[in-house]
């Protein structure tokens, strides 16, 4: 029997009790709300064009929603589950489901080396036995993605912009995947008939503000000097290798003395620390000099590069680099990834060819090209290690 309950009044007039009242929407078709004490849940009920079986989906409570407008809302969200019953959508498929399906299709179309990388950051982002990777697909809504997207943002200091800014451009990243998996499971795999609970959700502003720091050769000399004056020797070795070679500094933390052959200078660069891949780079004579100084008197499986005689961790850095931010008179917003941008800088102002660029740094030609494509070179190639030399 249907019951009228399609306004607040109409509603609050109703008993409680477990059992839904239902309103019809459109033939085979009902809107549901149990009045409890509680409160009030909202349910569809549809049945198949094809079979006549009736089929449920819980709505939840919509307390999002202002209370005139629940009811339009829930007939909404009906009519949706209704589109993917009669397509034959069960909604048994979880998010866990849609990672799985995404890596798949990324080995097919990317190679076994980009669903890798994938894999290991959906695994941290969405852990398997979590409780959105059991959550189904069809049961998603925005405000629980809205809230699941300010999850990724952790900044170890919310009071600094720079340490908010890293920490929303460190969530664009993990976010993009999720969306890809999401997107993946809805255009391709029909899973779910909307996107709606997601496709708004884009990357958090202002994320690359920091990379466009570039530092003249006062500012260069004076930070390598700062944390000489500061007693940071192992933070000024690292900072020096970066202007150096252009390398990432999870790169070259993550080296080991066998990783370098000091005899013809290549430096071997393990998939595991790169976020780009594996890679073999010559460096330059100055760079050789430094590294063959880092690995004196060290094994073969020793950290090259150390903090206090142990391998650095991630960001072991950021409080040192801020210090001598200070001392230097830098900008505030300072970070050690200014001084990679700096030498990537360099590479091009002297000439070398994108390409090789592109090696050298393990940077795609379309990053390069988009953050580097107002650099005119004006010198010629001969000229890279004298301008090491006088950095």
Known sequence: MSQKIDTTARRTAL?????????????????????????????????????????????????????????????????????????????????????GAYLAHKLTKDGEKARDSARRSLA????????????????????????????????????????????????????????????????????????????????????????????????????????????????????????????????????????????AGYVHIAEHVSKTGKRSVQVNERAAKLLRRMCKDKTPAAPLFTCNGERWKTNDWNERVKRVAKHAGLPPEFCLYNLRHTAISHLLEAGLDTLTVSKISGTSLLMIDENYGHINPAHALERVNKMFATM
């Open 124 to 263: 941290i982002i969405v852990p398997a036995d979590s409780a959105f990777a059991r959550r189904a697909l069809v049961s998603l809504t925005r405000q629980e993605m809205i809230e699941f997207r300010a999850g990724l943002s952790v900044p170890k200091d919310k009071a600094d912009p720079e340490s908010v800014r890293r920490a929303n451009a460190t969530a664009t990243r993990k976010w993009s995947y999720i969306k890809a998996a999401l997107n993946y499971a809805h255009e391709e795999m029909h899973w779910l008939d909307s996107d709606g609970a997601w496709s708004k959700l884009g990357a958090w502003p202002g994320i690359k503000k920091s990379r466009t720091l570039y530092l003249t050769s006062e500012q260069r000399a004076a930070a390598l000097a700062s944390a000489e004056a500061l007693g940071l020797h192992d933070l000024r070795n690292l900072m020096e290798a970066m202007l150096l070679t252009a390398f990432r500094p999870g790169e070259l933390t993550g080296l080991t003395v066998a990783d370098f052959d000091q005899r």
């Open 15 to 99: 008993a409680a009790r477990p059992a839904p009242y239902f309103q019809r929407v459109e033939p085979r078709l009902y809107v549901g709300v149990r009045i409890l004490a509680t409160g009030q849940t909202w349910v569809a009920r549809v049945t198949e064009e094809t079979t006549g079986k009736t089929k449920h989906e819980a709505l939840g409570t919509l307390s999002e929603i202002p209370a005139e407008f629940r009811f339009a809302r829930a007939a909404t969200m009906a009519r949706e589950f209704a589109k993917r019953v009669n397509k034959g959508v069960t909604g048994a498929h979880t998010v866990a489901d849609a990672i």
